[in-house]
């Protein structure tokens, strides 16, 4: 097969592809998860069902491309974050805080889909990417004297993604910042007692 | 009906509801969930399988009241550390000391049991009266001045449950007395610029 045939196919693959999942988001935020179902998704894409079948073999298979999908959407996010940051300490407190306004912002449906595939192994690869992104950020920050050196930093990642996750109780846009204020307090590194205070520690 | 009669009835419910939990413990310590049938714990408890059938009408309820049974042990765990406990910072670090304990000790099929059961509401229930215990004793530790007093109580709570959390992913007993260290570093009050530092803050 000629090269310029075989991109061809592929550019289609990925608009099939990418249109299945917009209309899923579409569905869902309308209508909720359970509206989505084969014939509609065919029926909002203009698919036709057997195209459609050759994709996807069902609903499952969709929503879990498209939960993928959103998963890399946050990743990518967050390292955009990271990147129009500057300094160790201001990198990590600019994606700690992305990161909590993601999970104070996640709607009610994204937490009802991570329940019903919960046996998805995306997940588990999305959280140890993004276990090894923070870790990156927390190990560079340490190195700059910014974060503490007394606990391992995959340790103070650990505490880091959990004790944000509070944000997806929270109910005020407020409340998340204290939040985010209150874990970094416990990373900072203890004060020196031989130095005087300088007040911005 | 008789008292004396009814309080017999009583006992003999609250004999065969035990008798139930405990089997249940046992096959499921020895054998896995999946071990868990109603011919099975008819057989290991010796009460009749009609009896059984009237406690309880499926698997499912079985393992819900032994899941409210675990929980109950738990929280009444933590009321025991506080209680013998004296002193308010004290008092919340050893408590929040004892929860990591029991979610780095949290076996296997407990996690599994949980994700089963997720739809239950005592779990919802048990979540709110951890949470109003804790939240009490962060309270009272900010009240005595151990605690910072700038993100209100109900908040850090959140804050603390969710941190403490990332237990369950420690490997090493180590790292959870780091955790927990972590975590409390966060609550205490910010220093006082004005007071010569004595050592212990």
């Not at 069902?49 to 969709?62: C, G, Q």
């Not at 449906?109 to 992104?133: E, I, N, P, T, Y």
Request: hydrophobic share 40%.
């Amino acid at each position: 097969m000629p090269r310029i045939w075989s991109q061809t196919i592929e550019a289609h693959r990925d608009a099939v592809r990418e249109a299945t999942l917009d209309a899923t988001a579409a569905l869902v935020a309308e209508r909720g998860l359970t509206s989505v179902t084969m014939s509609q998704i065919a029926k909002d894409t203009g698919i036709g069902r057997a195209t459609l079948y050759k994709y996807f073999p069902d609903v499952e298979s969709i929503l879990r491309a498209w939960h993928e999908r959103q998963i890399d959407h946050h990743l990518q996010e967050l390292v955009h974050t990271r990147d129009r940051t500057t300094g160790a300490a201001e990198r990590l407190q600019a994606v700690l805080t992305a990161y909590a306004g993601m999970l104070f912002h996640r709607p009610r449906h994204d937490r009802d889909l991570a329940g019903r595939l919960h046996s998805g192994d995306h997940v588990a690869v999305a959280h140890q990417r993004l276990r090894d992104f923070v870790g990156d950020l927390i190990g560079e920050a340490a190195a700059a004297q910014a974060v503490r050196q007394d606990v391992p930093a995959a340790e103070l990642t650990l505490y880091c993604l959990h004790a944000l996750a509070a944000a997806g109780d929270l109910d005020d846009p407020e409340a998340v910042r204290r939040l985010v204020r209150t874990t970094l307090t416990a990373l900072r590194p203890p004060p020196d007692p031989n130095e005087p205070a300088t007040g911005e520690g």
